[in-house]
């Protein structure tokens, strides 16, 4: 499904690039819609207490309050968790906190948000305890690969649908707490209906994607949703950041730089001005910053950058979508039982973060051979997304809006290795395993290539960029607040 059909929310048409797309724009405004939406929804499980599943029921709770839609939570027994969401007003004694499975039978619309390869290893007990016709509910096409990948499917009988929201569960949160004072507040969110047995799910996946405060909602399909989210993640959102910094800090340093202007040449400048600029004005507006002998660098950086950066997401993409990627997630499951990920901030740069946190001025200045760099990888995940028939919606929130909305100001309050190491565990596992890969890339590619010229028909492409259009469109839907990130 790319298009959305509903009969409670008034839809809009998107002019985008070669065509138009069907969006909802959201806002506390449309929360009177709900109970119709939700048709036949009296109870919703979210399963799980992660960043999203926190996040999530938060949302959902506050948004619902009063419609005599309860939301309840269900975690394993003996979890971790449990006293923080008691802490959050989710409780034994009012039935809104239980054991996972209990949960999942007693609900309407179940949402499984527990851990990718815990749902991989657990989705046939879950699925076993759902009531007839129950609506499955994911925030991850992560579960359809692996079904696909083994032979299996969803149980017939009940609506699939997904709203997977374009930013991590603390951004989910903080913004639509913003979103209080500033009506539409939020992390943009995507829909897909993969089954459809009762002809309500279209509705109920908008009404949870508004009831989390979405400022606009798209459609999109589980497969392509799990391929561009775990895509992305392993290229610009994480994996491609962390190798970035990390080669930037030290070809910085080897070019005379101390520790301090090395990280502010280069983590400072991408979580910064970079991701500032970017989220305000769009991609060539980084180019136009600069001028002069800087300009000329960005180009040069950015010509020698595109397609080992190209190359490298292509490679991940084939790799997610065979199933490979997926596989190496599920089998991290057991080795990490006893054998725990280290922290990813072992380099001798992350020992400076506090420091450099800590003498910030108002601003700092666009590093152009920084900016080259980043921007050309951002652009070579669009492009790889558009050749290979992803939605622009699609395309610039997972390979722009997420980052800069939500990852990159995270990050420059906390640091990027600090935001790897507190993401998901998919996340993290991709991190390692491609980050060090673009390390090498920005190193033995396009970093030695700097000497060169700018490639004319290269820097021709990237301004005439059809993204550009794509996501100025989006940006008139962003609403008039930036996370406060504390």
């Known amino acids: 499904m790319t298009t959305i059909d509903s009969t409670v929310f008034t839809t809009e048409t998107m002019t985008v690039p070669g065509g138009s797309e069907t969006i909802l724009r959201g806002g506390r405004d449309l929360f009177p819609l709900l109970p119709a939406a939700f048709h036949g929804i009296q109870r919703i499980g979210v399963l799980g207490w992660g960043p999203q599943g926190r996040a999530q029921a938060l949302n959902l709770r506050d948004s619902l309050a009063g419609t005599g839609i309860t939301v309840s939570v269900g975690l394993r027994a003996g979890s971790t968790s449990a006293d923080d969401a008691r802490a959050n007003g989710f409780t034994e004694e009012d039935g ?60 017939p009988g009940h ?39 009762d002809g309500h799910a279209t509705d109920r996946a908008l009404a949870w994607s508004v009831a989390l405060g979405s400022p606009y909602t798209f459609a999109t399909t589980l497969s392509s ?38 990280y502010e040449r280069s983590t400072e400048a991408v979580t910064g001005p970079i991701a500032r600029t970017i989220s305000a004005a769009g991609l060539p507006a980084v180019r136009a910053a600069l001028s002069g002998a800087d300009q000329d660098l960005f180009d040069r950086a950015y010509s020698a950058t595109y397609q080992p ?69 951002m652009t070579a995940q669009v ?15 997972e390979s722009i809006i997420e980052a800069v909305d939500s990852l990159l100001p995270y990050m420059h309050a906390r640091d990027v290795a600090y935001m790897v190491d507190n993401c998901s565990r998919t996340a993290r596992l991709g ?56």
């Open 159 to 197: 609506p699939v649908i997904a709203v997977c929201p374009k930013g991590m569960g603390d951004s989910v949160r903080r913004l639509y707490q913003q979103g209080a004072t500033v009506n539409g507040a939020g992390i943009n969110a995507s829909i897909a209906v993969h089954a459809d047995p």
């Open 309 to 377: 950066a190209r190359d490298l997401v292509a490679e991940i993409y084939d790799e997610v979508a065979e199933g490979t990627e997926l596989r190496s997630v599920i089998l991290a499951e057991s080795r990490l039982a006893t054998r725990p990920m280290t922290a990813i901030a072992g380099s001798e740069m992350w020992s400076h973060s506090a420091e450099v946190h800590a003498r910030r001025g108002a601003t700092t200045t666009i590093d152009p051979v920084t900016a080259g760099l980043f921007v050309a990888t």
């Open 431 to 486: 991190t390692r395993r491609w980050g060090p890969r673009f390390q090498a890339a920005y190193e033995q590619l396009a970093l030695p290539a700097l000497a060169n010229p700018a490639d004319p028909k290269a820097i021709e492409s990237f301004l005439h960029n059809p993204v550009h259009e794509a996501l100025a469109v989006a940006a008139e839907l962003r609403p008039s607040v930036d996370i406060s990130v504390t």
């Open 225 to 262: 949703e799990y391929r561009s989210d775990i895509v992305g993640e392993r290229a610009i959102l994480l994996g491609a950041v962390h190798g970035l910094v990390e080669a930037l800090y030290r070809y910085f340093r080897l070019e005379g730089a101390d520790p301090i202007t090395a």
């Open 383 to 397: 492009d790889e997304f558009a050749a290979r028939g992803h939605v622009w919606s699609e395309i610039v929130n």
């Open 96 to 155: 809104t906190l239980g054991e996972l499975l209990s949960v999942a039978a007693a609900s309407d619309l179940v949402i499984l948000l527990i851990a990718d390869a815990a749902l991989a290893a657990q989705h046939e007990t879950i699925f076993q305890a759902l009531k007839p016709g129950a609506t499955i509910g994911l925030s991850h096409g992560f579960l359809l690969g692996h079904l696909q990948a083994t032979g299996q499917d969803f149980p």
